[in-house]
């Protein structure tokens, strides 16, 4: 866990902690999308911003601890905030996340997932599992109707 948020978890408790994470929807040439399974539920590779990190160093270094993808050529794709931020754990922990998702279309690599996967896949549009992340369905759905959200949703 972030060290980051080890230690303002001594002082809020189980209290709503503000975090920023940062997710790249990887489309591959057959216009797939990786998608990563963990435990029975779908979403993108990334994860938390760290202190002095910025969102690109974020996202490159979570794709890369996650899949074994080094990613270039990263565009922005959107800024989600509001309800679907919201998250409380099975520990009682609460946050609120803004999520800022990256478009990658140009990586290297193999995939190769790590221990916070079950699996990943590229996954064609018309197969895309019901399962999806509750948190990360909005952006996953905005690309597979071919939504270009305003920056900030």
Sequence with gaps: ?????????????????????????????????????????????????????????????????????????????????????????ANGDKVFSVQIIFHVTKYEGTVQGNEESTRLQFIHKKDIPSSLNPHQAPFILDWLHGIQPPIIK
């Design 1 to 89: 866990m972030n060290d980051y948020i080890v230690t303002m978890r001594k002082y809020i408790g189980h209290e709503t902690l503000l975090t920023v994470g940062c997710g790249a929807i990887i489309e591959d040439d057959c216009g797939r999308i990786l998608l990563q399974q963990k435990r029975d539920i779908w979403g993108l590779p990334g994860g938390l911003l760290e202190i002095g990190e910025t969102f690109e160093e974020t996202v490159r270094r979570e794709v890369l601890e996650e899949t074994n993808l080094k990613i270039s050529q990263i565009k922005l794709f959107g800024i989600y905030s509001g309800k679907n931020g919201f998250a409380q754990y």
